[in-house]
């Protein structure tokens, strides 16, 4: 049973593009919301975290918005570029650490 | 700062056989967790060791195992492989009671 919904399964967009990639959850014991990135034959790298108390948060070109009512939260890439290609997954996480993640997006930015 | 190593990096086993996987962790780290990553899917939760105990547990049968050793590392062991036991094997680690896991580069593992 997957515990966080993630959509969509691929999207490409054009250089400067941004992609926008959208999670849902039920649980609402959730509390830590981490995405990371992750290129072929390599392992998960983190990007960026949220709170359910923190409706947006910036890191970089990495921008996640929060939706506590609609338990949705999103990453938004900013400005894209080729070498952001690469799957993105969502997580949740209550206090026990234990992450469920997403299935994954594959984004791929085009020259 | 040596992140999170994993080893071996690629292995291939045969059904039925057992399988030893090792992680060391972030330095300042004391906390393991383990995942499988069956290609184009998520990561999913095996377990997680603290205090050299198994803290948490995610729904795997008892083929898989594992132990933290007084300097942090882990292994993780499954035993009586299954062709479906083929995944990218990673090792997170985190510190204490502090919720953010880094990865390390996985270990591949192909059973025939």
């Known amino acids: 049973q997957q515990q966080v919904k993630q959509s969509p399964q691929s999207l490409i967009v054009q250089k400067g593009g941004i992609p926008i990639i959208n999670c849902a959850y039920e649980?609402?014991?959730?509390?830590?919301f981490p995405w990371y990135q992750q290129f072929p034959g390599k392992g998960p790298a983190l990007l960026i975290a949220i709170r359910p108390d923190v409706s947006e948060k910036k890191e970089g070109r990495f921008t996640i918005s929060f939706n506590k009512s609609a338990k949705q939260f999103s990453l938004h890439i900013m400005d894209s570029q080729p070498g952001d290609s690469a799957t993105y997954f969502c997580?949740?996480?209550?206090?026990?650490?234990?992450?469920?993640f997403g299935a994954g997006t594959t984004v791929t930015v085009r020259a | 700062d040596a992140g999170v190593t994993q080893s071996p990096t690629h292995l291939i086993k045969t059904r039925g056989q057992q399988v030893t996987l090792r992680c060391s962790p972030k330095?300042?780290?004391?906390?393991v967790s383990w995942y499988q990553q069956a290609l184009g899917q998520g990561p999913q939760f095996i377990f997680q060791?603290?205090?050299?105990?198994?803290?948490q547990r995610g729904n795997f049968p008892d083929r898989f195992s594992g132990h933290q050793f007084p300097n942090y590392s882990s292994e993780l062991n499954v035993n009586a492989l299954l062709l479906g036991d083929s995944a990218l094997y990673l090792c997170?680690?985190?510190?204490?009671?502090?919720?953010?896991?880094?990865f390390g580069p996985g270990t591949r593992l192909l059973v025939l």
């Open positions: 060791y603290y205090e050299e105990e198994e803290r």
């Open positions: 997170a680690s985190s510190r204490g009671n502090q919720e953010t896991q880094y």
């Open positions: 330095s300042g780290h004391d906390t």
């Open positions: 997580a949740a996480s209550t206090n026990d650490y234990k992450l469920s």
């Open positions: 649980n609402t014991a959730f509390d830590y």
